[in-house]
């Protein structure tokens, strides 16, 4: 199209009308200027299994052609965080934390960084990344899971690589701990440990592991080698001990995704010691507990776009879970509040210790920027280990803002916290598992996404003499889990899947110290 611009006169003077009018054509023209358009498409290609494959949407701006980065992601089934605090965009996958920011060219992972040919652009609030430096920088990380081909725009994902990385034992103050990196996070029911003739046998069921490529660290006096086998659909690593373990243990862990073997070994005490143990661990029957509903008052927790405040949410879970808990499992319950009102901090887990409560729960619902997160998790204390889960602390403790006196928290640095956590270090195991107790319920009882089980430093749950938790019981902040949070069936639900938590929590508990009579 050719422009004709007409010549005036350098004396004459343009009318009001006249300027408004040029003003909006060129207002006009610039939103009509092709500054991005479509382009060819991108398709993720999965070559395992049933195969086929995803096309994601594109957007060409200059020479550069995105991708939207949480439509790569759902097609690589990977979770993202949204920071609320910067224009930062976090891509869990592998068992690393790839971050881009709006207007950056770079992403980083761990120590690694690398510089994109173009900026992360933010469009109509979505992340979009340059589509060929991203997907490279991706597959030359997980050489054996992705394969990138920038001709043909197609990232191709093999997921049938081995998944079992490597192996690290070290010896601790209270026995050995084994170190299992993977690749991507496996449930605790895929897992199973048996000991015989000096042998511990972990297998995995769904891992893969290549004897040659396993990387094998021992600094431990009780494993003396470790002997991995591929046996169908699982994975076997067999650690010869030099001792026989008098007890054991698994977790597995999501992010970064690792499964952990704990070993105790035998050792002979004194009847008196023994029963000093079994007078102190009667002291620990489960029937007491504390419900603590986030927020109320003055401070209304995050607020939903329809209006729903997280206080009257966790008050209204909280009552469910009290009745519940009472009426089924038989402990006695004592609640932080009963009513819409303020209780600072520092007080919920004091009333707690007061009560001599065996249990601490804290009830929340979750936010985040972007409304499109969803699903379920639950926290126990800890420092934090990725920068979401910093960013959730960050929104739960910024409660203390409403408190006459802050104080009490100024002392709270990281370094102080870690020092806070590792105090309640005897309750860490127990709160870790109710916590993984009470997210496995809520999936199932639910049906929300699972966002795992976590660890960050609430300042909530510090100063608790009990095994304590904090749940977030689904995000306000998405439209559709708001709705769900204002339900009395959904309310319900959440209440009964915590309440089964916590009484398969206290039988397991109590046989265990049963135990020791």
């Known amino acids: 199209m050719k422009i004709r611009w007409r010549k005036l006169p350098f004396n004459r003077v343009a009318s009001s009308a006249q300027k408004a009018s040029l003003v909006a054509a060129l207002g006009l023209l610039f939103l ?8 060819a498409a991108f398709r993720v290609q999965f070559l395992d299994g049933e195969g086929g494959s995803r096309v994601l949407r594109t957007w060409t701006v200059g020479k550069v052609t995105y991708i939207p980065a949480s439509d790569l992601a759902e097609a690589l089934g990977a979770r993202t965080f949204v920071s609320s605090k910067a224009p930062k965009f976090v891509l869990y996958f592998g068992g690393e934390n790839l971050v881009v920011t709006a ?131 699982t994975a076997q690593l067999s650690f010869r001990l030099r001792r026989e373990v008098s007890q054991r243990k698994v977790y597995c862990r999501g992010n970064p995704p690792e499964i952990l073997v704990s070993l105790r070994t035998a050792e002979v005490l004194s009847e008196k010691i023994l029963e000093t143990l079994r007078r102190e661990r009667r002291k620990w029957l489960i029937d007491a507990v504390v ?13 939903g776009r329809r209006g ?18 009472e009426r089924d499992v038989g402990v006695k319950v004592y609640m932080t509040r009963s009513t819409d009102r303020f209780v600072p901090l520092k007080d919920r887990t004091k009333f707690a210790n007061e009560k001599g409560a065996k249990l601490f729960i804290s009830i929340h619902a979750n936010a985040n920027r972007n409304r499109r997160v969803h699903g379920v998790e639950t926290y126990f204390l800890g420092p934090a280990k990725t920068e979401e889960a910093r960013e959730v602390a960050r929104l739960e403790n910024s409660a203390i803002r409403y ?20 105090a309640q270090n005897s309750f860490n195991h127990e709160s870790q598992d109710l916590a993984a107790l009470i997210q496995r319920n809520l999936v199932r009882y639910t049906g929300l996404q699972d966002r795992g089980v976590r660890q960050a430093g609430y300042y909530v749950l510090i100063g608790a003499a009990m095994p304590n938790v904090l749940v977030e019981t689904a995000f306000i902040s998405n439209p559709r889990e708001e709705r769900l949070l204002k339900d009395p069936k959904f309310q319900e639900k959440v209440a009964r899947a915590i309440a089964s938590a916590v009484r398969v929590f206290k039988r397991r508990y109590e046989k265990e110290l049963a135990a020791l009579r």
């Not at 009509?32 to 382009?39: D, E, L, N, V």
């Not at 510089?115 to 490279?136: H, I, K, N, Y």
């Not at 408190?403 to 590792?422: G, Q, R, T, W």
Request: overall charge negative; some cysteine; glycine content about 8%.
């Open 32 to 39: 009509c200027w092709p500054f991005g358009r479509a382009s």
């Open 103 to 233: 207007l950056n060219p770079f992403v980083v992972a761990g120590t690694r960084t690398l510089q994109m040919f173009g900026e992360t652009l933010l469009r109509d609030g979505e992340f979009w990344v340059p589509e060929e430096s991203f997907c490279a920088f991706l597959a030359g990380m997980f050489p054996d899971a992705l394969r990138y081909v920038p001709e043909s725009h197609v990232l191709q994902v093999r997921t049938s690589g081995t998944n079992i990385l490597a192996v690290e034992a070290k010896d601790k103050a209270n026995g050995t701990l084994i170190h299992i990196r993977t690749s991507r996070p496996f449930k605790s029911e895929h897992v199973s440990t048996r000991y015989s003739h000096g042998w511990l046998y972990v297998d995995i069921y769904g891992g893969k592991v290549d004897s040659s490529k396993l990387s094998v660290k021992l600094d431990s006096r009780l494993v003396r080698s470790v002997v991995p086998l591929q046996l169908g659909q």
């Open 291 to 303: 419900i603590d509903p986030g927020h109320g008052g003055h401070d209304p927790g995050s607020i």
């Open 308 to 325: 729903t405040y997280e206080k009257d949410v966790t008050l209204a879970i909280a009552k469910r879970l009290k009745r519940i808990l």
């Open 403 to 422: 408190e006459d006196d802050i104080h009490d928290y100024k002392d709270l640095s990281d370094e102080n916290f870690i020092l806070a956590a590792l």
